[in-house]
């Protein structure tokens, strides 16, 4: 169970991210995507491709880091957020970006 101020943290993320401009509102791909499984590389491209064209990409990356959220969200995966949680965070504005990526 979510602490109150983590649940109210992720609600005021959500409620920040304009939706009805989101690439996917219509998509029928497979969003949530098991780990491994049969067509899941090809269902995850298919996912990325559609975020690549997203206006509202970063906003819904930022979501879902705040969020912990599994599926693909912003063009990456649950994995591919948990591996690069530090350099995603700093790109979408939730940590100070480090000195070697400013330079
Ligand atoms: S970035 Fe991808 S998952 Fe997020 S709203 Fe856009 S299309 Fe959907």
Redesign the pocket.
Known sequence: MQQPGIRRRVSSAYAA?D?D?????D?DLM?FPAEDGHGVRQAVRD?KA??DD????ID??RF?LIASEHG????TTHKERQQHRHKLRALVGLLPVPRKAAA
């Open positions: 991210v939706w401009q989101a690439a996917c509102q998509s969003w996912c559609v975020c997203c206006p509202i990409r819904c990356l879902a693909i969200w912003g063009g």
